[in-house]
C-alpha cells in the first residue's frame, strides 16, 4: 500500500505543481506507465481519496484551463 500512495503523492504533484494536465498529449494511463503504477490500482486510491478518477481529474482541469484561455484572449475556436 506504501508504494501506491507514493505513487499518488507523484500524481498530485505532477498535477498540480508541474500541470501536465496541460499536455494534451499526457493521458492518465500513460503517466502511470510513465511512473510504473498500475492505472486501475492508482485510479481506485484516488477515487476514494477524491470521488473523482484519474482522468476525470485531468481532463476537468484541462477543460477548465482552456475555458480561462479562451475567455482571456477572447478565443471562440476549440483550442
Not at 71 to 77: H, I, N, Q, V
Amino acid at each position: 500500500m506504501e508504494k501506491i500512495r507514493e505513487k499518488y503523492r507523484i500524481f498530485d504533484e505532477l498535477i498540480n505543481k508541474e500541470e501536465m494536465f496541460k499536455d494534451g498529449t499526457v493521458s492518465f494511463p500513460s503517466l502511470c506507465r510513465s511512473m510504473g503504477a498500475d492505472p486501475a490500482e492508482l485510479d481506485s486510491l484516488i477515487k476514494s481519496e477524491t470521488g473523482y478518477g484519474g482522468q476525470e481529474i485531468m481532463t476537468s482541469l484541462r477543460d477548465d484551463w482552456k475555458g480561462k484561455i479562451k475567455a482571456e484572449y477572447g478565443l471562440k475556436d476549440e483550442i
